[in-house]
Protein backbone atom coordinates (compact mmCIF):
# COMPACT_ATOMS: atom_id res chain seq x y z
CA UNK A 1 0.00 0.00 0.00
CA UNK A 2 0.92 3.64 -1.18
CA UNK A 3 1.67 6.45 1.15
CA UNK A 4 -1.90 6.92 2.64
CA UNK A 5 -1.49 10.34 4.26
CA UNK A 6 1.38 13.22 3.72
CA UNK A 7 1.90 16.06 6.48
CA UNK A 8 2.56 19.49 4.84
CA UNK A 9 3.55 21.83 7.59
CA UNK A 10 6.11 24.72 5.75
CA UNK A 11 3.42 26.99 6.56
CA UNK A 12 3.77 26.39 9.84
CA UNK A 13 7.35 27.76 10.02
CA UNK A 14 8.76 30.75 11.21
CA UNK A 15 9.93 31.72 7.28
CA UNK A 16 6.50 31.00 5.92
CA UNK A 17 4.49 33.18 8.20
CA UNK A 18 6.68 35.31 10.79
CA UNK A 19 8.88 34.70 13.96
CA UNK A 20 5.79 35.93 15.45
CA UNK A 21 3.35 33.63 14.93
CA UNK A 22 5.59 30.57 13.43
CA UNK A 23 7.43 27.58 14.74
CA UNK A 24 11.32 27.93 13.93
CA UNK A 25 12.48 24.41 13.04
CA UNK A 26 15.24 24.54 15.19
CA UNK A 27 12.58 24.87 18.04
CA UNK A 28 10.92 21.31 16.69
CA UNK A 29 14.24 19.94 16.56
CA UNK A 30 14.58 21.16 20.47
CA UNK A 31 11.70 19.01 20.78
CA UNK A 32 13.73 15.54 19.75
CA UNK A 33 14.67 14.32 22.68
CA UNK A 34 11.52 14.59 24.51
CA UNK A 35 9.39 13.25 21.88
CA UNK A 36 11.92 10.07 21.69
CA UNK A 37 11.30 9.71 25.62
CA UNK A 38 7.34 10.04 25.35
CA UNK A 39 7.31 7.88 22.66
CA UNK A 40 9.27 5.09 25.11
CA UNK A 41 6.54 5.74 27.34
CA UNK A 42 3.42 5.22 25.21
CA UNK A 43 5.47 1.86 23.67
CA UNK A 44 5.63 1.04 27.50
CA UNK A 45 2.03 2.09 27.79
CA UNK A 46 0.98 -0.17 24.81
CA UNK A 47 2.80 -3.16 26.49
CA UNK A 48 1.07 -2.84 29.73
CA UNK A 49 -2.18 -2.92 27.78
CA UNK A 50 -3.41 1.12 28.98
CA UNK A 51 -3.20 2.36 25.00
CA UNK A 52 -5.70 -0.28 23.57
CA UNK A 53 -6.38 1.92 20.50
CA UNK A 54 -2.82 1.17 19.42
CA UNK A 55 -3.63 -2.08 19.13
CA UNK A 56 -7.16 -2.20 17.57
CA UNK A 57 -5.89 -2.55 13.80
CA UNK A 58 -3.87 -5.76 14.37
CA UNK A 59 -7.07 -7.25 15.88
CA UNK A 60 -8.84 -9.12 12.96
CA UNK A 61 -11.72 -10.81 15.85
CA UNK A 62 -13.79 -8.10 16.13
CA UNK A 63 -13.57 -7.51 12.24
CA UNK A 64 -14.86 -11.25 11.83
CA UNK A 65 -17.19 -10.61 14.33
CA UNK A 66 -19.12 -7.62 13.03
CA UNK A 67 -19.25 -8.76 9.28
CA UNK A 68 -20.57 -11.88 10.16
CA UNK A 69 -23.08 -10.46 12.21
CA UNK A 70 -24.32 -8.09 9.09
CA UNK A 71 -23.91 -10.45 6.89
CA UNK A 72 -26.63 -12.81 8.60
CA UNK A 73 -28.71 -9.12 8.85
CA UNK A 74 -28.79 -8.42 5.77
CA UNK A 75 -31.78 -7.49 3.79
CA UNK A 76 -34.03 -8.01 6.84
CA UNK A 77 -34.30 -4.23 8.11
CA UNK A 78 -35.09 -1.14 6.74
CA UNK A 79 -33.65 1.04 9.25
CA UNK A 80 -30.62 0.78 11.31
CA UNK A 81 -30.64 3.49 14.48
CA UNK A 82 -27.55 3.72 16.63
CA UNK A 83 -28.25 5.11 20.07
CA UNK A 84 -25.44 6.45 21.52
CA UNK A 85 -23.68 9.86 22.34
CA UNK A 86 -20.10 11.32 21.95
CA UNK A 87 -17.52 8.85 21.11
CA UNK A 88 -20.46 6.35 20.87
CA UNK A 89 -22.06 8.38 17.82
CA UNK A 90 -19.43 11.02 16.40
CA UNK A 91 -17.72 8.01 14.89
CA UNK A 92 -20.27 6.76 13.45
CA UNK A 93 -21.57 9.51 12.21
CA UNK A 94 -18.15 10.55 10.22
CA UNK A 95 -17.52 7.13 8.58
CA UNK A 96 -21.28 7.40 7.11
CA UNK A 97 -20.78 11.20 6.18
CA UNK A 98 -17.01 10.30 4.57
CA UNK A 99 -17.76 6.99 2.53
CA UNK A 100 -21.41 6.79 1.65
CA UNK A 101 -23.24 9.05 -0.70
CA UNK A 102 -25.06 12.12 0.73
CA UNK A 103 -28.03 10.50 -0.60
CA UNK A 104 -28.16 7.16 1.01
CA UNK A 105 -30.68 7.54 3.34
CA UNK A 106 -32.86 8.54 0.01
CA UNK A 107 -32.42 6.29 -2.21
CA UNK A 108 -33.06 2.39 -2.05
CA UNK A 109 -30.74 1.98 -5.15
CA UNK A 110 -27.76 3.37 -3.52
CA UNK A 111 -27.97 1.11 -0.31
CA UNK A 112 -28.73 -2.42 -2.69
CA UNK A 113 -30.92 -4.03 0.35
CA UNK A 114 -28.90 -2.39 3.08
CA UNK A 115 -30.90 -0.38 5.79
CA UNK A 116 -31.02 3.19 6.32
CA UNK A 117 -28.92 5.15 8.99
CA UNK A 118 -29.89 6.86 11.64
CA UNK A 119 -28.21 7.72 14.64
CA UNK A 120 -29.39 9.55 17.79
CA UNK A 121 -26.94 11.26 19.24
CA UNK A 122 -28.87 13.62 21.38
CA UNK A 123 -31.97 13.53 23.93
CA UNK A 124 -33.76 16.44 22.19
CA UNK A 125 -37.52 15.14 22.95
CA UNK A 126 -38.71 16.17 19.24
CA UNK A 127 -36.02 15.00 17.05
CA UNK A 128 -36.19 11.19 18.90
CA UNK A 129 -39.95 11.28 18.86
CA UNK A 130 -40.11 12.18 15.30
CA UNK A 131 -37.44 9.57 14.40
CA UNK A 132 -39.15 6.68 16.33
CA UNK A 133 -42.47 7.56 14.91
CA UNK A 134 -40.95 7.68 11.59
CA UNK A 135 -39.31 3.69 11.63
CA UNK A 136 -41.39 0.81 11.82
CA UNK A 137 -40.26 -0.59 14.75
CA UNK A 138 -40.58 -4.20 13.41
CA UNK A 139 -38.02 -3.42 10.33
CA UNK A 140 -35.67 -1.69 12.21
CA UNK A 141 -32.33 -2.34 14.11
CA UNK A 142 -31.35 -0.58 17.24
CA UNK A 143 -27.69 -0.74 18.22
CA UNK A 144 -27.58 0.95 21.58
CA UNK A 145 -23.40 1.56 22.28
CA UNK A 146 -22.37 2.85 25.86
CA UNK A 147 -18.94 2.22 27.35
CA UNK A 148 -19.78 2.14 31.10
CA UNK A 149 -23.28 1.07 30.46
CA UNK A 150 -25.06 3.35 32.33
CA UNK A 151 -25.20 6.43 30.34
CA UNK A 152 -28.17 8.74 31.20
CA UNK A 153 -28.84 9.52 27.52
CA UNK A 154 -28.01 6.41 25.79
CA UNK A 155 -30.05 4.72 28.74
CA UNK A 156 -32.93 7.10 28.11
CA UNK A 157 -33.13 6.46 24.46
CA UNK A 158 -33.35 2.51 25.32
CA UNK A 159 -35.83 2.18 27.81
CA UNK A 160 -38.00 4.13 24.89
CA UNK A 161 -36.83 1.71 22.44
CA UNK A 162 -37.63 -1.53 24.47
CA UNK A 163 -40.80 -0.36 25.57
CA UNK A 164 -41.58 0.49 21.35
CA UNK A 165 -40.37 -2.93 20.36
CA UNK A 166 -42.35 -5.48 23.79
CA UNK A 167 -45.30 -3.37 22.34
CA UNK A 168 -44.99 -4.55 18.65
CA UNK A 169 -43.09 -7.58 18.65
CA UNK A 170 -44.28 -8.86 22.11
CA UNK A 171 -41.42 -11.61 23.30
CA UNK A 172 -39.36 -11.21 20.07
CA UNK A 173 -38.33 -7.85 20.88
CA UNK A 174 -35.39 -8.80 21.61
CA UNK A 175 -33.85 -9.78 18.51
CA UNK A 176 -34.30 -6.13 17.11
CA UNK A 177 -31.21 -4.82 19.75
CA UNK A 178 -27.85 -4.90 19.48
CA UNK A 179 -25.50 -4.13 22.34
CA UNK A 180 -22.16 -2.45 22.13
CA UNK A 181 -20.53 -2.07 25.75
CA UNK A 182 -17.64 -3.24 28.01
CA UNK A 183 -16.87 -6.63 28.17
CA UNK A 184 -18.47 -6.89 32.09
CA UNK A 185 -18.98 -3.99 33.35
CA UNK A 186 -22.54 -2.37 33.58
CA UNK A 187 -26.22 -2.19 33.67
CA UNK A 188 -25.93 -2.89 29.86
CA UNK A 189 -24.07 -6.09 29.94
CA UNK A 190 -26.85 -7.14 33.08
CA UNK A 191 -29.95 -6.33 30.50
CA UNK A 192 -27.92 -8.51 27.46
CA UNK A 193 -27.68 -11.40 29.72
CA UNK A 194 -31.28 -10.65 30.77
CA UNK A 195 -33.02 -10.29 27.71
CA UNK A 196 -30.56 -12.50 25.53
CA UNK A 197 -29.53 -8.99 22.97
CA UNK A 198 -26.71 -10.28 20.64
CA UNK A 199 -23.27 -7.65 21.47
CA UNK A 200 -19.88 -6.84 21.15
CA UNK A 201 -16.91 -5.73 23.35
CA UNK A 202 -15.44 -1.91 23.62
CA UNK A 203 -12.28 -3.38 25.32
CA UNK A 204 -11.87 -1.82 28.61
CA UNK A 205 -8.30 0.02 27.89
CA UNK A 206 -10.21 1.75 25.19
CA UNK A 207 -11.92 5.07 25.83
CA UNK A 208 -15.04 6.57 24.18
CA UNK A 209 -13.34 8.89 22.03
CA UNK A 210 -11.04 5.91 20.87
CA UNK A 211 -13.34 3.51 20.13
CA UNK A 212 -14.36 4.64 16.65
CA UNK A 213 -12.22 1.58 15.34
CA UNK A 214 -14.25 -1.22 17.99
CA UNK A 215 -17.06 -2.24 16.82
CA UNK A 216 -18.44 0.97 17.81
CA UNK A 217 -17.77 2.20 14.57
CA UNK A 218 -17.18 -1.02 12.94
CA UNK A 219 -20.35 -2.76 13.28
CA UNK A 220 -23.13 -0.11 11.86
CA UNK A 221 -20.07 0.71 8.86
CA UNK A 222 -20.91 -3.13 7.82
CA UNK A 223 -24.60 -2.55 8.10
CA UNK A 224 -24.76 0.05 5.52
CA UNK A 225 -21.41 -1.15 3.25
CA UNK A 226 -18.49 0.30 4.51
CA UNK A 227 -15.83 -2.60 4.75
CA UNK A 228 -14.33 -2.68 8.34
CA UNK A 229 -11.63 -4.80 7.02
CA UNK A 230 -10.22 -1.49 4.73
CA UNK A 231 -10.56 0.51 7.29
CA UNK A 232 -8.35 -1.30 9.65
CA UNK A 233 -6.07 -2.08 6.70
CA UNK A 234 -5.69 1.48 6.43
CA UNK A 235 -5.25 2.46 10.03
CA UNK A 236 -2.33 -0.05 10.27
CA UNK A 237 -0.96 1.00 7.44
CA UNK A 238 -0.56 4.61 9.23
CA UNK A 239 0.16 3.19 12.40
CA UNK A 240 3.17 1.86 10.77
CA UNK A 241 3.97 4.62 8.76
CA UNK A 242 3.66 6.64 12.39
CA UNK A 243 6.19 3.91 14.43
CA UNK A 244 8.95 6.38 14.61
CA UNK A 245 10.46 7.73 17.54
CA UNK A 246 12.26 10.21 15.25
CA UNK A 247 10.06 13.22 15.48
CA UNK A 248 10.73 14.96 11.86
CA UNK A 249 9.85 11.55 10.50
CA UNK A 250 6.38 11.02 12.29
CA UNK A 251 3.90 12.55 10.87
CA UNK A 252 1.46 12.10 14.08
CA UNK A 253 4.27 13.41 16.42
CA UNK A 254 5.15 16.71 13.96
CA UNK A 255 1.21 17.49 13.81
CA UNK A 256 1.19 17.33 17.94
CA UNK A 257 4.61 18.99 17.81
CA UNK A 258 3.77 21.80 15.80
CA UNK A 259 -0.09 21.96 17.86
CA UNK A 260 1.74 22.29 21.16
CA UNK A 261 4.85 24.63 20.46
CA UNK A 262 2.06 26.95 18.41
CA UNK A 263 -0.14 27.14 21.59
CA UNK A 264 2.21 27.12 24.05
CA UNK A 265 5.02 29.82 22.70
CA UNK A 266 2.82 31.66 19.90
CA UNK A 267 -0.68 32.06 21.73
CA UNK A 268 -2.42 29.75 19.15
CA UNK A 269 -5.21 28.68 21.22
CA UNK A 270 -7.85 27.56 18.49
CA UNK A 271 -7.37 24.29 16.09
CA UNK A 272 -9.55 24.71 13.32
CA UNK A 273 -9.84 21.51 10.89
CA UNK A 274 -10.79 22.07 7.63
CA UNK A 275 -11.44 19.78 4.75
CA UNK A 276 -11.66 20.61 1.52
CA UNK A 277 -13.93 17.47 0.93
CA UNK A 278 -18.11 17.60 2.04
CA UNK A 279 -17.47 13.86 2.58
CA UNK A 280 -14.48 14.53 5.71
CA UNK A 281 -16.94 17.56 7.48
CA UNK A 282 -18.02 15.03 10.44
CA UNK A 283 -14.37 14.08 10.19
CA UNK A 284 -13.44 17.39 11.52
CA UNK A 285 -16.48 16.88 14.31
CA UNK A 286 -15.13 13.69 15.52
CA UNK A 287 -11.44 15.36 15.53
CA UNK A 288 -13.07 17.99 18.04
CA UNK A 289 -14.01 15.62 20.68
CA UNK A 290 -10.71 14.04 20.62
CA UNK A 291 -8.76 17.06 21.01
CA UNK A 292 -10.98 18.84 23.31
CA UNK A 293 -11.81 15.87 26.02
CA UNK A 294 -8.43 14.53 25.70
CA UNK A 295 -6.34 18.16 25.97
CA UNK A 296 -8.44 19.99 28.09
CA UNK A 297 -7.36 19.62 31.54
CA UNK A 298 -7.40 21.34 34.61
CA UNK A 299 -3.94 19.57 36.42
CA UNK A 300 -1.22 17.90 34.83
CA UNK A 301 0.13 13.94 35.76
CA UNK A 302 1.63 15.74 39.15
CA UNK A 303 -1.25 17.60 40.58
CA UNK A 304 -0.37 20.84 39.51
CA UNK A 305 -3.20 23.10 38.16
CA UNK A 306 -2.30 24.24 34.67
CA UNK A 307 -5.54 24.39 32.67
CA UNK A 308 -4.57 23.28 29.10
CA UNK A 309 -5.27 22.61 25.57
CA UNK A 310 -6.70 24.37 22.45
CA UNK A 311 -10.14 25.01 21.19
CA UNK A 312 -11.26 22.82 18.19
CA UNK A 313 -13.04 23.98 15.66
CA UNK A 314 -14.34 22.58 12.69
CA UNK A 315 -14.91 24.22 9.24
CA UNK A 316 -15.29 23.32 5.89
CA UNK A 317 -13.95 24.40 2.48
CA UNK A 318 -15.22 25.87 0.71
CA UNK A 319 -18.45 26.71 2.57
CA UNK A 320 -16.82 28.50 5.35
CA UNK A 321 -14.46 30.73 2.91
CA UNK A 322 -17.85 32.59 3.01
CA UNK A 323 -18.30 32.11 6.64
CA UNK A 324 -15.44 32.00 8.79
CA UNK A 325 -12.10 32.73 7.06
CA UNK A 326 -13.02 36.73 7.00
CA UNK A 327 -11.86 35.73 11.02
CA UNK A 328 -8.85 33.33 10.33
CA UNK A 329 -7.31 35.37 7.59
CA UNK A 330 -7.76 39.22 9.43
CA UNK A 331 -8.96 38.80 13.35
CA UNK A 332 -7.26 37.76 16.34
CA UNK A 333 -4.03 35.67 15.39
CA UNK A 334 -4.80 32.87 18.52
CA UNK A 335 -5.45 29.86 15.66
CA UNK A 336 -3.88 27.01 13.76
CA UNK A 337 -5.72 26.31 11.00
CA UNK A 338 -5.12 22.08 9.53
CA UNK A 339 -6.77 21.28 6.52
CA UNK A 340 -7.68 18.11 5.00
CA UNK A 341 -6.61 18.30 1.16
CA UNK A 342 -8.53 15.54 -1.05
CA UNK A 343 -6.33 14.68 -4.49
CA UNK A 344 -8.70 13.02 -6.28
CA UNK A 345 -12.53 13.11 -6.78
CA UNK A 346 -14.41 10.26 -7.72
CA UNK A 347 -16.50 12.74 -9.45
CA UNK A 348 -15.43 13.99 -12.88
CA UNK A 349 -18.36 16.66 -13.54
CA UNK A 350 -17.01 19.35 -15.59
CA UNK A 351 -18.95 23.28 -16.12
CA UNK A 352 -20.65 23.48 -19.33
CA UNK A 353 -19.14 26.17 -21.57
CA UNK A 354 -21.90 29.64 -21.02
CA UNK A 355 -22.79 32.31 -23.18
CA UNK A 356 -20.14 34.62 -24.42
CA UNK A 357 -18.85 37.89 -23.14
CA UNK A 358 -19.68 37.24 -19.61
CA UNK A 359 -16.52 37.08 -17.61
CA UNK A 360 -17.74 35.50 -14.25
CA UNK A 361 -19.11 32.46 -16.76
CA UNK A 362 -16.23 32.08 -19.52
CA UNK A 363 -13.56 31.25 -17.59
CA UNK A 364 -15.40 27.82 -15.56
CA UNK A 365 -16.13 26.88 -18.86
CA UNK A 366 -15.00 23.64 -20.35
CA UNK A 367 -13.28 23.17 -16.11
CA UNK A 368 -13.41 20.50 -13.80
CA UNK A 369 -15.38 21.28 -10.92
CA UNK A 370 -12.38 19.32 -8.97
CA UNK A 371 -10.35 22.11 -10.66
CA UNK A 372 -12.43 25.13 -8.90
CA UNK A 373 -11.94 23.30 -5.57
CA UNK A 374 -8.58 22.79 -5.73
CA UNK A 375 -8.28 26.23 -6.45
CA UNK A 376 -9.98 27.52 -3.79
CA UNK A 377 -7.98 25.13 -1.00
CA UNK A 378 -4.57 26.45 -2.79
CA UNK A 379 -6.10 30.15 -2.63
CA UNK A 380 -7.55 30.17 0.80
CA UNK A 381 -4.01 28.35 2.02
CA UNK A 382 -1.85 31.67 0.33
CA UNK A 383 -3.98 34.02 2.04
CA UNK A 384 -3.91 32.67 5.17
CA UNK A 385 0.17 32.25 4.92
CA UNK A 386 0.48 35.69 3.40
CA UNK A 387 -1.10 36.90 6.43
CA UNK A 388 1.18 35.05 8.46
CA UNK A 389 -1.47 33.05 9.66
CA UNK A 390 -0.16 29.48 10.45
CA UNK A 391 -1.52 26.48 8.94
CA UNK A 392 -0.53 22.82 7.39
CA UNK A 393 -2.03 20.45 5.37
CA UNK A 394 -2.70 16.30 5.37
CA UNK A 395 -3.42 15.40 2.10
CA UNK A 396 -4.68 12.04 0.97
CA UNK A 397 -5.28 10.41 -2.69
CA UNK A 398 -9.08 9.88 -2.08
CA UNK A 399 -11.73 9.11 0.44
CA UNK A 400 -11.53 5.62 0.74
CA UNK A 401 -11.74 3.43 3.71
CA UNK A 402 -8.46 3.14 4.11
CA UNK A 403 -7.53 7.06 4.09
CA UNK A 404 -10.38 7.35 6.56
CA UNK A 405 -9.24 4.40 8.85
CA UNK A 406 -5.71 5.97 8.43
CA UNK A 407 -7.09 10.00 9.58
CA UNK A 408 -8.79 8.48 12.83
CA UNK A 409 -5.26 6.30 13.84
CA UNK A 410 -3.07 9.04 12.65
CA UNK A 411 -5.41 11.97 15.21
CA UNK A 412 -5.61 9.11 18.10
CA UNK A 413 -1.71 9.06 17.57
CA UNK A 414 -0.99 12.93 17.58
CA UNK A 415 -3.71 12.84 20.53
CA UNK A 416 -1.40 10.72 22.77
CA UNK A 417 1.76 12.39 21.83
CA UNK A 418 0.64 15.55 22.91
CA UNK A 419 -0.57 14.43 26.31
CA UNK A 420 2.68 13.75 26.78
CA UNK A 421 3.92 17.00 25.50
CA UNK A 422 1.61 18.71 28.05
CA UNK A 423 2.20 16.38 30.79
CA UNK A 424 -1.58 15.75 31.01
CA UNK A 425 -3.37 12.27 31.27
CA UNK A 426 -5.09 12.66 27.65
CA UNK A 427 -7.19 9.35 28.42
CA UNK A 428 -9.88 10.43 31.05
CA UNK A 429 -12.50 13.40 31.21
CA UNK A 430 -13.25 14.04 34.48
CA UNK A 431 -14.95 17.29 33.59
CA UNK A 432 -17.70 15.64 31.85
CA UNK A 433 -17.79 13.01 34.47
CA UNK A 434 -18.67 15.84 36.87
CA UNK A 435 -21.61 17.25 34.08
CA UNK A 436 -22.67 13.43 34.12
CA UNK A 437 -23.40 12.95 38.14
CA UNK A 438 -24.87 16.34 37.54
CA UNK A 439 -27.63 15.09 35.43
CA UNK A 440 -27.81 11.77 37.56
CA UNK A 441 -28.47 13.64 40.61
CA UNK A 442 -30.80 15.79 38.93
CA UNK A 443 -32.92 12.50 37.75
CA UNK A 444 -33.17 11.40 41.16
CA UNK A 445 -30.64 8.01 40.71
CA UNK A 446 -29.85 6.19 44.03
CA UNK A 447 -26.62 7.31 45.28
CA UNK A 448 -26.71 10.43 44.44
CA UNK A 449 -28.96 12.63 46.99
CA UNK A 450 -26.39 14.83 48.75
CA UNK A 451 -25.09 16.22 45.04
CA UNK A 452 -28.67 16.47 43.96
CA UNK A 453 -29.66 18.87 47.28
CA UNK A 454 -26.22 20.93 46.64
CA UNK A 455 -27.05 21.63 43.49
CA UNK A 456 -31.15 22.17 43.95
CA UNK A 457 -29.61 24.78 46.46
CA UNK A 458 -27.14 26.27 44.31
CA UNK A 459 -30.22 26.51 41.75
CA UNK A 460 -32.06 29.16 43.77
CA UNK A 461 -29.42 31.38 45.43
CA UNK A 462 -30.43 34.57 43.75
CA UNK A 463 -29.75 35.16 39.98
CA UNK A 464 -29.26 37.73 37.43
CA UNK A 465 -31.59 37.37 35.03
CA UNK A 466 -33.01 40.09 32.73
Same mark, same amino acid.
Given at each position: ????????????????????? *?? $?????? &? @??? %??????? !? /?? #?????????????????????????????????????????? *?? $?????? &? @??? %??????? !? /?? #???????????????????????????????????????????? $??????? @????????????????????????????????????????????????????????????????????????????????????????????????????????????????????????????????????????????????????????????????????????????????????????????????????????????????????????????????????????????????????????????????????????????????????????????????????????????????????
Amino acid at each position: MKKLITLDYTNMSDAAVGARN *GV $SISALK &A @LSD %AVRKHHR !N /LI #AMQKTGRLGFADLPFDPQPVRAVQQSARRRKGKYENLVVLGI *GG $SALGVT &A @LQT %ALNSPLY !N /LD #ARIRHGRPRLFVLDNVDPDALDQVLSFVDPRKTLFNVITKSGST $SETMGQY @LLVRKLLQDTLKGRFAQNIVCTTDAAKGDLRKLVAQDGYESFVIPENVGGRFSVLTPVGLFPAEMVGIPADRLMAGAAHVARECSSASLLKNPAYIFAACQYLAATKKGKNVAVLMPYAASLRDVADWFRQLWAESLGKRVDTAGRVVHTGQTPVKALGVTDQHSQMQLYVEGPADKVVTFLHVERFRSKLSFPRGPRGYSSLNYLGGKKVADLMEAEFQGTRMALTRSQRPNMTFSIRSVTPEAVGGLFQLFELANAMSGELYGINAFDQPGVEAGKEAAYALMGRKGYDELCRSIESAMKAKALRV
